[in-house]
């Protein structure tokens, strides 16, 4: 099993910026990747960002791309997601998710994810 604790919520103003961070514990793996999804009030989860374990490659949906960016520390099984330029649409609540097995094709689907975390509060007030 993995554990997923993401830490960085908060309120900001719009246009200010917030850091979120995902610590994973358990099982460890060495070839896989994270990812963070959203979920706003009334409407569906969405993608937001991932990034390749090994390979490093990054993944964004088209409304964050140039304000978010996702990294990961190997050494502290860790990933974060910078969020610049925040703006009220990007207020929810944000996920992270972790998966054992990596595909470009599935890089933004939810189900192809093995774990989640019990997500954070972003909200970015006008």
């Known amino acids: 099993q993995v554990q997923l604790v993401e830490s960085g919520g908060g309120l900001v103003q719009a246009g200010g910026s917030l850091r979120l961070s995902c610590a994973a514990s358990g099982r460890t793996f060495s070839s896989a990747a994270m990812g963070w999804f959203r979920q706003a009030p009334g409407k569906e989860r969405e993608f937001v960002a991932a990034i390749n374990w090994a390979g490093g490659d990054t993944y964004y949906t088209d409304s964050v791309k140039g304000r978010f960016t996702v990294s990961r520390d190997y050494a502290k099984n860790s990933e974060y997601l910078q969020m610049n330029s925040l703006k009220p649409e990007d207020t929810a609540v944000y996920y992270c998710?972790?998966?054992?097995?990596?595909?470009?094709?599935?890089?933004?689907?939810?189900?192809?994810?093995?774990?989640w975390g019990q997500g954070t509060q972003v909200t970015a007030s006008i």
């Open positions: 998710a972790a998966r054992l097995r990596f595909s470009a094709a599935t890089a933004r689907l939810g189900p192809a994810y093995d774990y």
